[in-house]
């Protein structure tokens, strides 16, 4: 296995162990409770591929206000877009103004995603196509590798 292989795997594998955490706003606490947001910084910087970071405070809303992609420019940071997602990597949805939520890609087929949401009220890991909010912000989507160069 190679080394990006194992990393991505250890990456999946540390995402999984968040499985069930309740959803809650800012938070960053396995089994307590975690956002969309923190759930990338944890597993990612919890893996020790990404230097310790922390995003907050945001407010919950920030999203539909503002334009300003704060989502986007902290995780392109650290990570660059890419157009064929894989174990891993991560997607974002445009929610409101801006991308505002995202996830870790568990599966490139059946695409699917490990991610804290709210309406489902914790995190959970799901195939986009069955889950009709993210299918129907599919096409705005976006993916994004902390390996390699480009897609």
Partial sequence: MSQEAHERARVVEEARLWLGTPYHHAADLRGIGVDCAMILVRVFCDSGLVA????????????????EERYLDNLL????????PQPGDVMLFRVGRCYAHGGI???????????????????????????????????????????????
Avoid at 117 to 141: D, I, S, T
Wanted: hydrophobic share 40%.
């Fill in 105 to 151: 890609v568990t599966s490139s087929q059946p695409l699917s995603i490990l991610h804290a949401f709210l309406p489902a009220r914790c995190v959970v890991e799901e195939e986009v196509a069955r889950n009709g909010e993210l299918a129907e912000r599919m096409k705005h989507a976006k993916f994004f590798s902390y390996w390699g160069l480009g897609a």
């Fill in 77 to 84: 940071a650290r990570a660059h877009q890419v157009l064929n």
């Fill in 52 to 67: 310790p970071f922390d995003p907050r405070p945001y407010t919950r809303d920030w999203h539909l206000h503002r334009g």
